[in-house]
């Protein structure tokens, strides 16, 4: 039992799996967005890829809790991504997720180039620990 974490955006959608257990989460990938078809392709690869049996994506809620435009379009790619591989899609609040993981690179003096390359997929790692946290041990 595997399951993929995603960060979406409006350019790149990061991406990171669990182990078998189903206990901690690592970075994979970053996809970059060219089209609906082309991201849905690419993530049913992974999908088969890595056995996955589950889908966790992040929602971005604001800090006030309401959602914004992104979390609309976060909501519509859910349903058209768990149509297209008929896996169950959960939607993770992501709150500061892209903030949390850019203060630890800045931290660790990484360059903001260094940076740009990794933050999206080790955002999703973020979210989807967070899920796996909240599941308690084995799920």
């Known amino acids: 039992m595997r399951i993929i974490g995603l960060d979406m955006g409006t350019r790149t959608i990061g991406v990171a799996v669990s182990d078998s257990l189903g206990m901690t989460a690592q970075p994979v990938k970053t996809i970059k967005r060219t089209g609906l078809a082309s991201d849905l392709k690419e993530l049913s690869a992974l999908i088969a890829e890595f056995e996955i049996t589950e889908i966790v994506l992040g929602l971005p809620i604001r800090l006030d809790g309401t959602k914004s435009p992104m979390s609309e379009a976060v909501e519509v790619f859910a349903g058209k991504l768990g149509s297209h591989t008929g896996l169950p899609v959960k939607l993770w609040d992501e709150r500061l997720s892209t903030a949390a993981v850019t203060r630890v690179l ?14 999206d997929k080790l955002a999703a790692c973020y979210i989807l620990q967070g899920y796996l946290d909240s599941r308690g041990s084995y799920g």
């Open 106 to 119: 800045k931290d660790a003096d990484m360059s903001r180039a260094k940076r740009k390359k990794v933050v």
